[in-house]
């Protein structure tokens, strides 16, 4: 898995590269600076007139291509801005046309941005911010294509991007890009490490410029991956593609820093108030069955489903449950719902489990390994058989009404949890269960890094005393000890079609199928959250949840190669 890293930790990377002696601040910033234009070259090709020209030679830009190259730099009053100094130095080199613009205070900058200030000075001018509005440079230029380089905030923005008009240059800065897409018909914009104004640890917006492509540098930070509030994707929506470049600290003499231990160890937890968080990825060969085990290998998962009318939530979690190899899968139903489910089922068992004590009878079979509570389930059975699951100390996942159950008293399930136990929440349960975090996640954000979902699912998992999954297009599990994944499903893993009804019920099952083969619970939480958006992404559009666990079988077999 790869780590997101939070600006504090970003910048004890490299404060403790530096001190190694292995590598100067300035070297970081040159290869940073590198690393954005190689990305942009990447990314469209037709702009890399040097490398088109077989002898080498600074070329004709408007004879080779019909067109003028041209980059507009636009860099902030830190590294940042250092960063895109060097950019507009790499782009002249190649023989773009280059304009910087420059918002802040040449004294006040930091070191290594104010020594590729001055070597961008002795080669053009430094154009100030307040330029930016009278300039026509391009006017008598249609074809020309331009290029944007967002310079201004990286990873350092702690408040919302200036818009007060009240100090001359700063009303312009929001409308910088619109600006120069709409009026003078810019091509690209490519931000660097964030699109000014996205919150880097959080995703949050706070007057973020969108960008083509962001480039950011030896790891992805959480912001790049965290859709902010309410369907507003934030972060991920102004960085458009992430593309991550290499500046060379895994070679700097870090040791092993780069696990998560020694990260804490290194930026503090205690006083950053933060641990790393990783981005899920493919989950590896955990999920093979091997031919010489038999099916009480893989555990024997429960499902409790609801009353009549009512069981289809549970036969969905519980087909999700056996399709991820569960080895066996049984539904316990209240008496009067058998029929209904009897009828409907085939590979799946039965069991009659009315109330609390016929559960307790069922769970004296200690084959019994995983059980899952709520989908479907009705409050008032919720509340009856969920402190028994929880009794048992069993691998368990409370899902929907088991959660929603205890809204009124999330004190009363807290003390029954266990680190057996994953809760999956969406975002009205997670609020219901934990209103202050919620709150705090849903402010609006005043000064950065802002409070996120990563920090909000970390302090619901330590409080709950359990594995906590925060659901959503980025998905946040974390486990009472305070490590987190990150999964997203955005991008090139985007899966809108998750949003139909039901899909978490599927999500439930697949969890409390890992459960019952085995998987620790917080790796349980995260393999399901990968399967569950790679069958939404290979079923496509018109996908309903009953697709789900009928497709994870192909999934399965790609994954064995
Ligand atoms: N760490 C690394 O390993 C590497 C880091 N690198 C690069 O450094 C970048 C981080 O640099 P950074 O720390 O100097 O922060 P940056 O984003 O330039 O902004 C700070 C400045 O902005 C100001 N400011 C903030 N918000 C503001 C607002 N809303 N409105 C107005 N002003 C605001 C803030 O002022 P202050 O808050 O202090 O008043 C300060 O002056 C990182 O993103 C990457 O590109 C690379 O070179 C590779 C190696
Ligand atoms: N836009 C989206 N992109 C990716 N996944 C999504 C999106 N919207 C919802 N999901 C996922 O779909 C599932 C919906 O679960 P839930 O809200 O419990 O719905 P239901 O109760 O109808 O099953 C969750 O796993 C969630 O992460
Ligand atoms: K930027």
Redesign the pocket.
């Known amino acids: 898995m790869s780590e997101l890293l939070t ?1 504090a930790q ?2 004890a ?3 403790a ?1 530096i001190e190694s002696g292995d590598v100067t ?1 300035l070297e ?2 040159e ?3 590198q690393g954005v234009v190689e990305a942009i070259f990447e990314e469209w090709p037709e702009f890399d007139c040097v490398s088109q020209d077989a002898g080498g030679q600074p070329p004709d830009l408007r004879h080779i291509s019909g067109q003028m190259k041209r980059a507009v730099v636009l860099c ?8 895109g100094f060097v950019v507009a130095r790499l782009l002249h080199e190649r023989g773009w046309q280059v304009e910087v613009f420059f ?2 205070d040449a004294e ?1 900058l ?1 070191p ?2 104010r020594v590729n200030y001055e070597r961008w000075s002795a080669l053009r001018e430094v154009m100030s911010w307040g330029d930016l509005h009278i300039r026509d440079a391009y006017e008598d230029d249609e074809e020309c294509q331009i290029l944007v380089i967002d ?12 818009t007060d008009t009240s100090e001359m240059w ?1 009303g312009f800065m929001p409308s910088a890009m619109a600006h120069y897409s709409q009026v003078r018909g810019a091509d690209k914009f490519v931000a ?3 699109p ?2 996205v919150c ?1 640890d959080s995703g949050k917006d ?2 973020a410029l969108p960008t083509h492509l962001t480039v ?3 790891s992805a930070k959480p912001g790049h991956y965290l859709v902010s509030d309410g369907g507003n994707y934030g972060g991920v929506t102004a960085c458009n593609k992430v593309v991550v470049k290499d ?1 060379g ?1 895994g070679h700097a003499d870090l040791g092993d820093r780069t696990s998560r231990e020694a990260l804490v160890a290194l930026t503090g937890e205690k006083r950053i108030g933060r641990v790393v968080a990783s981005l899920v990825e493919s989950p590896s060969a955990y999920l093979e069955k091997w031919s010489e085990e038999h099916k009480f290998s893989h555990g024997h998962a429960v499902i409790l489903s609801g009353g009549p009318g009512k069981t289809g939530a549970a036969r969905l979690a519980a087909r999700g449950a056996l399709r991820i190899g569960a080895g066996l899968v049984t539904l316990g139903v209240p008496p009067a719902a058998q029929q209904e489910v009897a009828c409907q089922i085939t590979a799946l068992m039965l069991q009659r489990v009315g109330d609390a004590q016929a559960f307790e009878k069922a769970l004296e079979d200690q084959r019994l390994n995983a059980l899952c509570l709520g989908p479907g389930m009705g409050f008032e059975r919720a509340r009856e058989l969920v402190p028994v699951a929880l009794r048992s100390r069993r691998a368990t996942v409370l899902d929907a009404d088991a959660l929603s159950a205890f809204s009124e008293d999330p004190e009363t399930l807290f003390e029954r949890l266990h680190e057996q136990v994953v809760l999956t929440p969406h975002g009205g349960e997670f609020a219901r269960l934990f209103p202050d975090i919620a709150a705090q996640l849903h402010a609006p954000p005043t000064k ?1 890094p802002a409070y996120s979902k990563v920090d909000a699912t970390r302090a619901a998992a330590a409080r709950a005393g359990c594995t906590v999954l925060f659901k959503g297009a980025d998905t946040v599990i974390a486990s009472a000890e305070g490590t987190c994944a990150v999964h997203a499903a955005v991008y090139d893993r985007a899966a809108p079609w998750l949003a139909t009804a039901g899909s978490g019920d599927v999500l439930a099952g697949f969890i409390t199928g890992l459960l019952a083969r085995g998987f620790a619970p917080k790796m349980a939480a995260e393999s399901a959250a990968w399967l569950h958006v790679e069958c939404a992404r290979a079923f496509g559009p018109g996908l309903i949840a009953e697709d789900l666990p009928e497709i994870l079988p192909k999934i399965l077999h790609k994954l064995d190669g």
């Open positions: 600006a970003m910048r990377i490299e404060q590269a601040g970081l910033m290869r940073a600076g902030g009053p830190g590294n940042n801005g250092g960063d918002y802040g006040k930091p290594d941005a310079a201004l905030f990286g990873t350092g923005l702690t408040r919302m991007m200036p700063s660097i490490d964030f000014s104004g880097s706070f007057g950011t540098f030896h500046i600290l950065g």
